[in-house]
């Protein structure tokens, strides 16, 4: 049996190879197999269209990939200069550090027994 992913798959193939198919014959068979059967008439090049619409999808994708691009550039905000970084980084070991110590102060603090009264 096959998977949903796989069917979805298999479908998209098959959509894409009989496009391709009919791309190819729609741009060069069109005078010997597509005209006689449409009847479009002189004033309708099909092949102009073909090779526009393509052209046009690609060139206006390839803008808008652009567009998002410089938005994204545009509306993020710059980084913390490397020097920030480094101090902010110190500080935080120095509090590590201090938390490391005064936990280990109260363990041994816990740790020792109680002293007994001398009478």
């Not at 690609?58 to 545009?74: C, E, K, N, S």
């Amino acid at each position: 049996m096959v998977s949903k992913d796989q069917a979805i798959g298999g479908v998209i193939c098959l959509v894409c190879v009989v496009v391709a198919v009919l791309y190819i014959i729609g741009l060069f068979g069109y005078e010997q197999l597509v005209k006689p059967w449409l009847n479009l008439g002189a004033t309708l090049d099909v092949r102009i269209w073909l090779i526009g619409i393509p052209v046009l999808v690609g060139f206006v994708a390839i803008l808008a990939i652009g567009a998002w691009i410089g938005w994204t550039m545009a509306t993020t905000p710059p980084p913390k200069p490397i020097e920030e970084i480094t101090t902010e980084m110190e500080e935080k070991k120095e509090e590590v550090k201090s938390d490391v110590e005064t936990a280990a102060d109260t363990m041994t603090e816990e740790k020792k027994p109680p002293e007994k009264k001398k009478k």
